[in-house]
């Protein structure tokens, strides 16, 4: 069965540390895949997206991810968080093998100190 | 351009009681999407529709269903409530499909007593 997993749930930095929170999914296939971020108190929204082409991808606010497909993979890194960082990310996957279901990560609670 | 609407916000029902949800996505948008979130499950994908026809199902009983209207408003209703039903219920709207980027509501917080 399709799913999508990522490695950590709960992530605690200083600020200025690098990031790089891990996903993975379990199909092969052509594979659209997302990032998405929940701030606190606001909705879901999209970080990034990769549909094809260069597998590294930038994002909104100084983020990017790569995907590597021998590895089924889809990290997220930023160089240098910042406080306001501070939010749930979800990796998301959508594959014609997943009957084109978007199928969402448990997410990875961040927490940047100040 | 407006975004993605739900309504009620909040909501409290009894068990055995039924629930509507609707969501009214953003303008030209045709797929809408639904999912459960609950802190120990996550996101779950509950239905798509597009073009007011469902497009995909996930793992949920069949007490859980949906419709799409042609103006692409959709609801969603929850028959015969179960404690286990609480949880924040999210809609989200795409511009094709929902292989492809989506865009969420607030939720609407659903609490079965």
């Known amino acids: 069965a399709q799913s999508v997993s990522q490695h950590n749930h709960h992530v605690i930095l200083s600020e200025a540390a690098s990031l790089e929170l891990g996903c993975n999914y379990s199909y092969g296939g052509t594979v659209n895949l997302f990032w998405y971020v929940q701030y606190p108190g606001q909705h879901l929204q999209l970080l990034l997206k990769y549909f094809s082409g260069d597998p590294l991808v930038k994002g909104i606010k100084g983020f990017e991810a790569e995907f590597i497909k021998s590895k089924f993979s889809f990290n997220l890194r930023k160089p240098s968080v910042q406080w306001s960082d501070t939010a749930e990310y979800f990796c998301?996957?959508?594959?014609?093998?997943?009957?084109?279901?978007?199928?969402f990560g448990a997410g990875t609670r961040l927490f940047v100190k100040a | 351009k407006a975004g993605v609407t739900q309504t009620p916000r909040y909501l409290i029902k009894t068990r055995g009681q039924q629930v509507t949800l609707s969501c009214s996505p953003i303008?030209?948008?045709?797929?809408v999407s639904w999912y459960q979130q609950t802190p120990g499950q996550g996101l779950q994908f509950l239905f798509e529709?597009?073009?007011?026809?469902?497009?995909n199902k996930g793992n949920f009983p069949g007490r859980f269903s949906g419709r799409q209207f042609s103006n692409s408003r959709s609801e969603m209703n929850v028959s015969t409530l179960e404690l286990g039903d609480s949880a924040l219920y999210l809609c989200a709207s795409s511009l094709q499909t929902s292989s492809y980027e989506q865009y969420f509501g607030p939720g609407t917080r659903l609490t079965v007593t």
């Open positions: 303008s030209g948008h045709r797929s």
């Open positions: 529709y597009f073009s007011e026809t469902q497009r």
């Open positions: 998301a996957v959508n594959a014609r093998g997943g009957g084109f279901k978007t199928i």
